[in-house]
């Protein structure tokens, strides 16, 4: 079909909302540590050194366990994959409640990661199984929007619960939401062939590119895995999306930090500011995402309607440096905020993983991709814990963040090359 009946279901988009709906609590869960941090560093007596390592610590095991996780995704489907990750990441995420030293936070945050591992990957299974190629930058977009959406509104709830019960009760909170909604999954989940989407709607999405027939319980072949790891396509997608998420980690680590200890605001003010630079981030996502399938839907080449919002992005991303120059705070939000919005817009990097990946192995594609951007979790935090711990300072930190947002843009403009499928 060329185009959508009008008696066609509409049932992708309600499978959108459970991925959305996935994505927000996966990044409260990873990313509540950031909140609790000033509190929980006082308590626990730890120091901004060792603090950027136990932030670091959850994208160890996030990063290593990436392949493995996108393999045992191509072998046992979305459905068990994403029931099993969200289940066993939210019940770590609530014994964070019930650390009593170093030790044990950092074990669950090596846990943490582990179980976190198949989410992305499954995403963009997800995406790539139920949307045509036309609708997949926006789907990208709606989904990815869950990064920030919810630190955005829930910010002010969180800091009102760590003012009034504690770093502890954050835990438990997110830890409970998240378990919850690993059983709504398992009971809302299909694949498209089992699901009430009507034949309308299932032709629309082949007839677009749609993998609905993507075969499942597919062993992973080390040897295509291989041939994988040399192609530019993924240096260049990887490399670009290690810059892009060293802005995002700034943003879900240090930033409630940096608002506290270089700008001196109260925690009243860290609980308003932090809003904006997320909301920034979730209109920057689902901008770039309309912006590249509108450009596709004219006809403009894969390789300008994918990489342009992205290198963009990335390039609005380094004036992240420029929040050094100036005193006022109102200024410097503003600054943060333009720079989130930008890093939004180049998080559209999912949508070419699916545009790139191999036949039948999306689930290693992502899981290589998601490996790559989640280095950045290990080195972001570490460096710039280091520089605030040698400068007493964020300055060198900021200008380091820019300075890798620069180098990501690079990478899409002289190394990805064309957006096709790999064939190998």
Known sequence: ?????????????????LIATGTLINYLDRTILGIAAPSLTAELAINPALMGLIFSAFSWTYAAAQIPGGAFLDRFGTRLTYFLSVGFWSFFTLLHAFVGG???????RFLLGIAESPCFPANSRVVATWFPRQERAMATGVYTVGEYIGLAFLSPLLFAVLAHFGWR???IGAGTAGM??????????REPGRSRANQAELDHIVAGGGLIDQPARQKLDWSKAGLLLRRRQMWGICLGQFAGNSTLVFFLTWFPTYLAVERHMDWLKIGFFAIMPFIAASIGVLFGGWWSDSMLRRGISPNVARKLPIILGLLLASTIVSANFVEDNRIVIAILSLAFFAQGMAALGWTLVSDIAPEGMLGVTGGVFNLAANLAGIVTPIVVGAIVAATGSFVFALAF??????MGALSYIFILGDVKRITL
Request: hydrophobic content about 65%; cysteine-free.
């Open 1 to 17: 079909m060329s185009a959508l009946s009008p008696r066609a279901s509409k049932v992708r988009y309600g499978v959108l909302g």
């Open 102 to 108: 170093i030790a044990s936070l950092l074990g669950l």
């Open 169 to 171: 009760a954050l835990f």
């Open 180 to 189: 919850i909604f690993s059983l709504v999954w398992w009971l809302r989940y």
């Open 401 to 406: 963040i820019g300075l890798i947002a620069l």
